[in-house]
């Protein structure tokens, strides 16, 4: 069934019967359901990102504990290729756990992504260096980086699916965007802990301190850590719009021509390629923006400014939890304007102020760093606010974790998770220190004409989904309303697969 002859079945119950949303068919979310579920889901987006800061803030620590032997330059290359070795592995993981996850649900595959992304982390402490068995040590700090980047694969992709499936409509974009506030606590709590590392381990051990043992701290840390998001993970529910779908039989059905029913990667790429392309391009304008902030500007500015390896740890850690802080303001204004007026604003922020900030950054002093770093937070909050509202709700409920997982993956894989590599390269090929910010502004651009190309979503539900409020209240005012309602598109629902009601009289009468 096509999606146009699901909309001629649900508005044609028999020639004088049509098929309208009751009050029953309202998915009703409770705020404190909403928040369990959530936080138990941020945590997981927490050690993703504590991760990528740890690894990113020891970089050139990294390169003389691994690569010892090789010239300065080129060691730097082949530990950052080893970040963007986990980000060439993340499509994998995402066509492999994506299906998984509309198959079996959310829920268990983010609990075992947990656990991947927990022991690989962990067990990169406690790994042989350089200086131990030569630059074979690279080999499995590589495996472990592929094992995080497949767990990951599955990891975004499912909780932003998981967060846009418990929010209510009307407030998807804020509750939504609490998960990549934990992204970038995350981060900054990785930053923080390199840096009040180092100056334990140097204040007991000397300056050597970090080279010798100290870079493994921060890695061991994630093991209880780790545990303790397990823990959460463990108490989650599944979402109610899967619910719905598993009951209603989307999750089961493979019919090849019905969109809206759940299909392996080829079905995916045949019927959502476009939303595909417009998820991808967005995710790279935001990736590369994200990572040029935080897991490459560590490295840029220990080696191309030339500030110490604290400094550079310590200057984005109050930026960054601003920045945090900052997302569900804009995710809660991407409710109220829309996603697309944001994600424009993003792009032409990009363009506006990438090149003063690293003109003012180069100026080296302590000052002129904070603001670089705060110019290049602007725009990345306002790529990041509506992103884990605004992908998910491009494809229908039981595709919607596969579709992510391809579409989020590959961009990431391709160029965000690069975006460290290319940065220096390009530093390195051309002499140009104005680089990253020209990378960055690139994909500014395409992410700006794909988010004039997307289908608006902001207070809609989601595609293949009931509409979901917070209360009783809210879902009678809703269905009281559905006819002068131009957010309400019943042919995305799967009102032909829920049994009407014996009583044929209107559940809003009886509400």
């Known amino acids: 069934m096509n999606r146009s002859s699901r909309a001629e079945k649900n508005t044609t119950r028999g020639a004088n019967e049509p098929r309208r949303l009751r009050v029953g068919d309202v998915l009703v979310v409770k705020r404190s359901r909403i928040r369990t579920a959530i ?71 983010l609990f075992f992504t947990m656990a991947m992304m927990a022991a690989a982390t962990a067990l990169i402490g406690v ?58 606590v995350g981060f900054a709590a990785g930053a923080a802990t390199v840096a009040v590392t180092t100056l334990i ?23 209880p850590l780790g545990i303790v998001a397990i823990w959460f993970r463990m108490r989650i529910p599944e979402t109610p719009a899967y619910e719905v779908a598993e009951e209603s039989g989307e999750t089961t059905k493979q019919d090849s021509s019905d969109p809206m029913a759940r299909h392996g990667i080829v079905g995916i790429m045949r019927h959502y390629w476009r939303e595909i392309l417009i998820a991808m391009a967005i995710v790279a304008a935001t990736n590369t923006s994200s990572y040029a902030l935080t897991s490459y500007m560590p490295a840029y500015l220990e080696n ?93 409920t039981a595709s919607r974790f596969g579709a992510m997982a391809i579409a989020y993956n590959l961009s990431v894989s391709l ?34 004409i794909a988010a004039i190309g997307m289908t608006e979503s902001a207070r809609r539900p989601l595609v293949g989904s009931m509409p979901s409020v917070e209360t009783k209240q809210e879902a009678i005012e809703l269905v009281a309303g559905q006819d002068d309602n131009p957010l309400i598109d019943t042919s995305t629902m799967p009102l032909d697969l829920i049994p009407t009601p014996g009583d044929k009289k209107d559940e809003l009468a009886k509400a």
């Open 39 to 109: 936080s138990g889901t941020v945590v997981g987006n927490f050690m993703e990102w504590f991760d990528f800061g740890i690894y990113g803030y020891l970089a050139v620590t990294m390169t003389a504990v691994f690569t010892e032997g090789l010239p300065r330059e080129a060691g730097l290359l082949v530990t950052l290729l080893g970040f963007a070795v986990s980000f060439l592995v993340r499509p994998l993981g995402g066509m492999v756990l994506g299906p998984i996850g509309d198959r079996i649900g959310r829920q268990k595959v």
């Open 127 to 184: 790994l042989p260096t350089a200086a131990q068995i030569g630059l074979w040590a690279i080999v499995p700090l590589y495996l472990l980086k592929m094992i995080q980047g497949f767990s990951t694969g599955g990891e975004y992709a499912g909780a932003t699916t998981y967060v846009a499936e418990f929010s209510s409509d009307r407030r998807r974009g804020f509750w939504s965007s609490l998960l990549d506030l934990g992204s970038y």
């Open 201 to 223: 381990t140097e204040a007991i051990s000397g300056p050597g301190a970090m080279l010798d043992y100290g870079w493994r701290i921060p890695f061991l840390l994630a093991l």
């Open 304 to 396: 191309t400014v030339g500030v110490s390896n604290l400094m550079a740890a310590m200057a984005t850690v109050p930026v960054l939890l601003v920045l945090a802080v900052a997302i569900p303001l804009v995710g809660r204004l991407s409710d109220r304007v829309g996603r697309k007026p944001v994600y424009i604003a993003a792009s032409v922020t990009t363009l506006i102020v990438m090149v003063p900030a690293f003109a003012i950054m180069q100026i080296g002093q302590e000052w002129a760093i904070f603001i670089a770093l705060a110019m290049n937070a602007v725009p990345l909050a306002l790529w990041v606010g509506p992103s884990a509202s605004a992908l998910p709700a491009l494809f229908p």
């Open 415 to 448: 160029f965000g998770g690069t975006t460290p590599l290319f940065s220096e390269w390009l530093i390195q090929i051309t002499g140009n220190a104005f680089m990253p910010a020209f990378y960055v502004m690139f994909f500014g651009v395409i992410g700006g």
